[in-house]
């Protein structure tokens, strides 16, 4: 292989035989040679944290965007200020990711950059870029003054650095490679908004705490603030040091798919205001940990109380209504009056928490995907979610798409009629599937029988059989014969009687044999409790 790369004081020039991959390999890493004035440890965990919001910014940016700027405050009289940027072809999660791992190169320095063909980043005390590109206000601008160097370590000043990186061809024999280039100065140009890319979503002041903070308001994480473990981590309670309780999620070190749901949940929730939904209040991150912060939900999830059979009779059939009414409003917003479009992908009992007055709200928005309104569906090769609520046609081809959701409202909708979990099933006394025994039931006019044994006697015939003749049709294998959000708060909110009559369900385990799927794919299934079955491409 052969090439070569070229930065000049922001610009990039490179060119190579092969294709551009993301290669995080640092190329030039230069730091200052005077020493930080102060706490060295605050004032890189202020660095850091910095760094961590440009990389979300950045990873959300357009195809030719991916560059984002900010500034934070070390001390009333120190603005820090910082910059990166990832070459265009980098997906979001990849800038993410490639920026995020230039920060181990980071020294305890006033200032200095790391460059890598497929990012950089760069920190300094005194603004060496223009200030007019940084999100929101604008901090005061001290005078630029020229950092002390020594030696060789001449970066404290803005002149230009010009580095060139030959690799050479690998092979039998060498050969001498000679390139010129002509080096323009990079223009800068405002960022613009992307149609779905929302870079203004992050109010620092309002959403980032600091890791002492949180970790002081869960008593050091310790077990007994523990509330629960899932598929990117664990939750625990926490007291701020103003009274307020808040549920702190710590993303998994090791979980990949936890970067790429911190980043969902901060560009996705955070914009997402719906009596329905999970309301996020902040977060906090440096090299080692990710962290969420959410308002606290005493009554835990969903799942807690309707697959408990201490806890079943606690759910009255008039409160499993209002929460099978809460989520499909939830929903609706989500799909259709939240200005965004978003799908879910992971709607489940253990995803659904019930607040003081077992109000229900949507949570865990790490998988979630956020459509044009004028797409109906788009399609993965990666296949995510958990096993019981993922939808024929997204396991099998890997098409996804708003009546994904209503598939997995439906089989909600069953377990908290019937208080079973659908990948419980089969059982020998109920059927091969819970879909299959509501159907049965319901075709034999015998929907009551359907109910939780510990609520029966008191609920409403009408609203059952209405509810689960509502949870078959969205179940039903054809994506066109599922009814939209919409559909279902208007039925369930204004007692509609006459609805389309469901298709017998085929079983989801048989739908996984067909013929369709061939041998190439392997399903990996996960638990009830926890995201992240996955399909993959051999």
């Known amino acids: 292989m052969k090439g070569a790369i070229v930065w000049y004081d922001g610009c990039q020039v490179r060119y190579t035989n092969s294709s551009f991959y993301m290669d995080n390999l640092p190329g030039w890493i230069a730091w200052h040679a005077s020493d930080i004035i102060g706490d060295k440890i605050q004032y890189m965990d202020a660095v850091t944290n910095m760094i961590n919001v440009i990389a979300l910014q950045a990873a959300g940016g357009g195809s030719f965007k991916k560059f984002a700027t900010d500034f934070v405050n070390y001390s009333a009289s120190q603005p ?33 950059q790391v460059l890598a063909p497929s990012c950089i980043v760069r920190f300094e005390a005194f603004p060496f870029f223009n200030l007019s590109y940084l999100p929101q206000v604008h901090p005061p601008s001290p005078s630029p003054s020229p950092l002390p160097s020594s030696g060789k370590n001449k970066t404290s000043t803005n002149k230009a650095i010009a580095i060139a990186v030959v690799l050479t061809l690998l092979g039998a024999g060498s050969f001498a490679i000679t390139f010129y280039f002509i080096i323009r100065r990079c223009k ?15 109010t620092r002041e309002s959403l980032l705490y600091t890791m002492a903070t949180l970790e002081t308001a869960t008593n ?30 710590r993303l998994s070190k090791s979980s990949h798919q936890g970067a790429q749901e911190f980043k969902n949940e901060i560009l996705l929730v955070a914009k997402l205001q719906h009596k329905n939904l999970s309301r996020l209040l902040g ?24 697959f408990d059979p201490a806890k079943q009779g606690q759910l009255k059939w008039r409160l499993r209504y209002k929460i099978i009414q809460g989520i499909a409003k939830g929903m609706l917003y989500l799909h259709q009056d939240s200005g965004l479009k978003i799908i879910h992908r992971d709607l489940k009992a253990s995803n659904i928490l019930l607040d003081a007055k077992m109000n229900p709200k949507i949570a865990d928005f790490g998988l979630a995907r956020m459509f044009d309104y004028d797409k109906s569906q788009s399609n993965t090769s990666r296949v ?32 908290i009629i019937s208080g079973k979990i659908n990948s419980a099933f089969p059982e020998e006394s109920y059927g091969e599937s819970l879909v299959i025994y509501a159907w049965k039931l319901w075709h034999e006019g015998k ?39 919409a559909t279902v708060v208007l039925t369930l909110e204004s007692n509609i009687r006459s609805l389309p009559v469901p298709s017998e369900p085929g079983f989801f385990n048989k739908d996984i044999g067909d013929s369709d799927l061939g041998n190439d ?18």
């Open 283 to 306: 977060f906090a991150l440096n090299q080692k940990e990710k962290l969420l912060v959410y308002e606290y939900v005493p009554n835990k999830s969903l799942d807690n109380f309707v």
């Open 220 to 249: 050091g994480f310790s077990n007994e603030n523990k509330l629960g473990q899932g598929g990117f981590g664990s939750v625990y309670k926490g007291t701020l040091p103003n009274g307020e309780e808040v549920a702190v999620k």
């Open 521 to 538: 794919i392997v399903i990996v299934h996960s638990s009830n409790h926890v995201s992240m079955s996955e399909i993959e491409p051999r």
């Open 447 to 485: 929907s009551l029988e359907f109910v939780d044994a510990s609520i029966r006697d008191s609920c409403s015939s009408n609203e059952v059989t209405r509810c689960v003749h509502l949870g078959l049709l969205c179940v039903q294998k054809a994506v066109e014969s599922r009814p939209t959000m």
């Open 384 to 415: 995510v979610g958990t096993y019981g609520y993922m939808s024929p046609e997204y396991v099998t081809r890997g098409i996804y798409s708003t009546k994904s959701d209503v598939y997995s409202y439906g089989i909600l909708i069953l377990e």
């Open 80 to 112: 820090i200020y910082g910059l990166g940027q990832c070459t265009p072809i980098l997906i979001g999660n990849d800038c993410y990711g490639c920026l995020n791992s230039l920060i181990q190169y980071f020294h305890q320095k006033p200032g200095g």
């Open 188 to 202: 800068s140009k405002k960022i613009d908004d992307d149609t779905h890319e929302t870079e203004d979503l992050i």
